[in-house]
């Protein structure tokens, strides 16, 4: 193994590690289930992968409630005819929509971070990190 390509482009050390490896051993959980991150750990974390899409999670939620809420708003104007009662469920029936709609829109823009993420992962595990400096370079492999 070549040891040299791997010191620090920045301050020459030979105290260098793999990021990936780093973090590990500097993150702990403690007994009560609390994590605890070392400084290196923490210049040397892992990129953080998107919140999950919701779209599917509402889109339950309208398939199950419009149609109860339609059925209500239509049994409430047969009581009560055009009034305040009937409006409230055709509004959340509105606003769920909304969120539907808003949550498709987001669906495309989570699938761009995700690919992004991906990359980001790609060129993470090939990145040291010197432990004198904590100057972060990436190492290519050339066998
Ligand atoms: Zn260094």
Known sequence: MKVKKYRCQKCGASNTQKCSIA???????????????????RLAAPPTAPAPSRFKFILAICLLAVPILLLIAVVLFMLEGISVAPAVPLLISG?????????MGRRTHIAALKKEYEQDLDLYQRLWICRDCGHIYEVVESN
Do not use: D, M, P, W
Not at 28 to 33: I, M, P
Not at 95 to 103: A, G, I, K, P, Q
């Open 23 to 41: 973090y590990q051993q500097g993150v702990s959980t403690g007994f009560r289930g609390e994590t605890s991150i070392s400084g290196i750990a």
């Open 95 to 103: 606003y769920l929509f909304y969120l539907l709609v808003r949550s």
